[in-house]
C-alpha cells in the first residue's frame, strides 16, 4: 500500500483517535492522582482545640482527617486536668489533611521539687534560692532575735517543710524571719498602678506581707485576675513614713482603665 493510500486509510486515523483517547486519559488520570495525593485545594482552618479534654480531641482529630502528638505536659491549676492548653499550628492557621498537630496539655498533678534548706541564711538569698526553685514566699513572721534578717523556720500549711521534702512546684512557702528587740521598720512601697504579681513581689522585697485583696465590681468570671492592677492601697504610701516589718497591706484591684489611671495620676 503506498503511503497516500495509507493516511488516507480508516484503520490508520483510528488508531490516530484511539492513542489520542488514551494519552488525554492517561493525563488526567495522572492530574487527578496528583490532586488526591496532595489534597490540593482543600486547606482548612485548624479548630481551636485549647481546653477540650484529650478524648475529645481524639475524635475531632479522627474527623478532620488529621494526626495529634503529645510533645509537653504542664500543670496549671486553673486548667483541667489532661485538657490542651497549647497547639502548634495555632487555631485558624491553614493546613490541609494528614497534617500532625503538636499539643501541650495540663498535668494531673503539679511538678514535684525537693524543698531546699531556707533557714540559717538571710532573708535576700532564700528568696533568690526559692526562685531558682520555682517555689513562693507565702507569708513572713518576725519573731525577736539575735539573728536580724536571718531565716529562722519554713512551713508550709503551719508545719515546718523539712530540706528534702516533695513539694509541689509553685507552693507559696511561710518563713519565720528574725528581727532585733526594737523590732525593723521599712518604707510603704506605691503598689498604685501595678499588677498584682509586681506588688507581690514588691511587698517580699520590702520585708512586708500581702493582707486583704478586695476586687471591685469590673471583675466578672471571664476576667483574668492576672492582668488586676492595684488602685487602692491600706496604708497610703506617704513618703518617709515606715511601719514594722511584717505588717500586712491591704491591696484593691481593678481592671478598670479609667481608675488605673487616676490611680497613677496620685502623688503622696
Same mark, same amino acid.
Given at each position: 500500500?503506498?503511503?497516500?493510500?495509507?493516511?488516507?486509510?480508516?484503520?490508520?486515523?483510528?488508531?490516530?483517535?484511539?492513542?489520542?483517547?488514551?494519552?488525554?486519559?492517561?493525563?488526567?488520570?495522572?492530574?487527578?492522582?496528583?490532586?488526591?495525593?496532595?489534597?490540593?485545594?482543600?486547606?482548612?482552618?485548624?479548630?481551636?482545640?485549647?481546653?477540650?479534654?484529650?478524648?475529645?480531641?481524639?475524635?475531632?482529630? $479522627? +474527623?478532620?482527617?488529621?494526626?495529634?502528638?503529645? *510533645?509537653? %505536659?504542664?500543670?496549671?491549676?486553673? #486548667? @483541667?486536668?489532661?485538657?490542651?492548653?497549647?497547639?502548634?499550628?495555632?487555631?485558624?492557621?491553614?493546613?490541609?489533611?494528614?497534617?500532625?498537630?503538636?499539643?501541650?496539655?495540663?498535668?494531673?498533678?503539679?511538678?514535684?521539687?525537693?524543698?531546699?534548706?531556707?533557714?540559717?541564711?538571710?532573708?535576700?538569698?532564700?528568696?533568690?534560692?526559692?526562685?531558682?526553685?520555682?517555689?513562693?514566699?507565702?507569708?513572713?513572721?518576725?519573731?525577736?532575735?539575735?539573728?536580724?534578717?536571718?531565716?529562722?523556720?519554713?512551713?508550709?500549711?503551719?508545719?515546718?517543710?523539712?530540706?528534702?521534702?516533695?513539694?509541689?512546684?509553685?507552693?507559696?512557702?511561710?518563713?519565720?524571719?528574725?528581727?532585733?528587740?526594737?523590732?525593723?521598720?521599712?518604707?510603704?512601697?506605691?503598689?498604685?498602678?501595678? $499588677? +498584682?504579681?509586681?506588688?507581690?513581689?514588691?511587698? *517580699?522585697? %520590702?520585708?512586708?506581707?500581702?493582707? #486583704? @485583696?478586695?476586687?471591685?465590681?469590673?471583675?466578672?468570671?471571664?476576667?483574668?485576675?492576672?492582668?488586676?492592677?492595684?488602685?487602692?492601697?491600706?496604708?497610703?504610701?506617704?513618703?518617709?513614713?515606715?511601719?514594722?516589718?511584717?505588717?500586712?497591706?491591704?491591696?484593691?484591684?481593678?481592671?478598670?482603665?479609667?481608675?488605673?489611671?487616676?490611680?497613677?495620676?496620685?502623688?503622696?
Amino acid at each position: 500500500m503506498s503511503f497516500k493510500g495509507y493516511l488516507i486509510n480508516k484503520r490508520f486515523w483510528l488508531n490516530v483517535l484511539l492513542a489520542i483517547i488514551l494519552t488525554i486519559a492517561l493525563l488526567l488520570a495522572t492530574m487527578y492522582a496528583l490532586r488526591v495525593y496532595t489534597n490540593h485545594g482543600e486547606s482548612f482552618a485548624v479548630p481551636d482545640f485549647t481546653g477540650m479534654p484529650l478524648e475529645d480531641v481524639k475524635q475531632e482529630i $479522627l +474527623v478532620r482527617e488529621l494526626q495529634f502528638q503529645v *510533645t509537653d %505536659s504542664l500543670y496549671l491549676k486553673d #486548667a @483541667i486536668p489532661g485538657s490542651v492548653i497549647g497547639q502548634m499550628p495555632e487555631a485558624g492557621f491553614m493546613v490541609k489533611r494528614g497534617r500532625t498537630i503538636f499539643m501541650t496539655i495540663c498535668a494531673t498533678k503539679p511538678e514535684q521539687v525537693a524543698m531546699p534548706k531556707l533557714t540559717d541564711i538571710s532573708y535576700r538569698q532564700a528568696l533568690n534560692l526559692m526562685m531558682s526553685y520555682g517555689l513562693n514566699v507565702g507569708n513572713v513572721d518576725y519573731v525577736p532575735s539575735e539573728f536580724p534578717n536571718l531565716v529562722l523556720e519554713q512551713k508550709q500549711y503551719g508545719e515546718v517543710v523539712a530540706e528534702g521534702q516533695l513539694v509541689s512546684k509553685g507552693s507559696n512557702i511561710d518563713l519565720t524571719v528574725g528581727q532585733n528587740r526594737y523590732g525593723e521598720r521599712t518604707e510603704i512601697p506605691n503598689l498604685l498602678g501595678v $499588677l +498584682v504579681d509586681q506588688a507581690n513581689e514588691l511587698l *517580699t522585697a %520590702s520585708y512586708l506581707n500581702v493582707g #486583704a @485583696i478586695i476586687y471591685d465590681e469590673s471583675f466578672d468570671e471571664e476576667t483574668d485576675t492576672l492582668s488586676a492592677r492595684v488602685w487602692q492601697q491600706r496604708p497610703e504610701p506617704v513618703p518617709g513614713a515606715k511601719i514594722d516589718q511584717g505588717t500586712s497591706i491591704d491591696i484593691w484591684l481593678t481592671v478598670d482603665e479609667e481608675k488605673i489611671e487616676k490611680a497613677n495620676e496620685k502623688e503622696f
